[in-house]
Structures are given as C-alpha cells and as structure tokens.
C-alpha cells in the first residue's frame, strides 16, 4: 500500500518522491492563521497513488477514494510536520491541524491540496516569521513551483522572499533547504 512509502526512513534517505510545492501564507486581521499547501508529485509517484485510489478508474478521486486518502495518506505526514516546518521568533511552531484536503488528478499527475493551521495566530509585524518547506530525511524532495512559489492571501500588506537556510541543512549536512521569509507592514 502506498502509505507505507510515504513514511520516510533514514537507511533511504536519498530522495525517492519529488514534490513541487506552492503555499500560501493565510493572513487574518493583519495575523498568519495557516498556510494553503499545494503539491504536485512526480510521475512515478503519482502512479503509485492512482493505482491504490482511484478505485473506479475513473481518471479522478470522488468522495470515497478523497476519504479514503483522507484516512489513510496525510496522517503519515504528520509525523514529518507536513513538511512545513514555521518557525516565529527563530522557534519552530508545531502544525496544530490540517484540514481542507482535496486530492486530484491532472494529466497523470496527483495535487494534493489542504491548510496547515497554526496553534494560534501571529502577527508578523511584531515576530520574525518564516518557513521552510523540506523533508528532513530527504526521503522527498520538496521544490518550489517555478511560476509561483509563495503567495499570500488575506487583509496584510505582506511579501515574501525565498531564500537558503542553512542553518537547517538535512541529508548529514549535504543538502541546504529554502526558506520563506514573511514581511508585513
């Protein structure tokens, strides 16, 4: 079953899914609540995905096979903080909840697209906000959409810049994961 490869392990801690990502930083009354997650995974991965699924071959998820990856994918991400690690003030903020999770199928590839709430809201104006989107184990390998990597979206006058961390480098060191830093006024 195709939960079992979404469960990285550090004997294969070379990239065996590619992920590209979009997030949205989520702005409420000037404060980050959430972030949208967009991926879109690899080829190869995506069959894997369809085949467990897409039970009636259909060529898209309905409401059943959404359950059922509902149920049975995105959990075994939250050991891994959906690969969206938010960090206020240089501390990492735990993702509190996801929800809003919608699978689909688009020229052979699967988007999973659902919300990362935070714990409680943050105003960026008075915290150093940013984000990094990785997997540590490097088991996945998360890149940025080239047309449009991060966004905001609410009532903040808000930017973002993408930037290296490696001051979080994974993979023994080898390899330095981007960050999104969030700039409000």
């Known amino acids: 079953m195709v939960a079992a490869l979404l469960v990285p392990t550090a004997a294969e801690a070379h990239p065996h899914v590619w992920i590209e990502t979009h997030a949205v930083f989520e702005m409420d009354q000037g404060k980050l609540t959430a972030v949208d997650l967009d991926w879109l995974f690899d080829d190869i991965f995506s069959a894997q995905l369809i085949e467990d699924f897409d039970h ?4 898209r998820f309905d409401a059943k096979d959404t359950a059922e990856m509902n149920q049975q994918v995105l959990p075994g991400y939250a050991d891994f903080a959906y690969f969206t690690h938010v960090r206020i003030d240089g501390k ?4 509190a909840h996801v929800g809003n999770f919608q699978p689909t ?4 590839q699967v988007r999973f697209r659902f919300t990362a709430f935070l714990p409680e809201a943050v105003d960026p104006r008075k915290h150093k906000v940013e984000a ?13 959409s080239a047309h449009d990597p991060m966004t905001v979206k609410g009532d903040a006058a808000c930017s973002t810049q993408i930037a290296e961390d490696p001051a979080h480098n994974i993979y023994f060191g ?12």
């Not at 009636?56 to 060529?59: A, L």
């Not at 199928?105 to 052979?108: A, C, V």
């Open 105 to 108: 199928l688009e020229k052979g």
């Open 56 to 59: 009636g071959r259909q060529g």
């Open 92 to 95: 990492e903020v735990k993702i």
């Open 132 to 144: 990094g989107f990785y997997d540590e184990t490097f088991f996945c390998d998360l890149g940025f």
């Open 174 to 185: 080898q390899v330095t994961p981007e960050k999104v830093l969030l700039t409000c006024r």
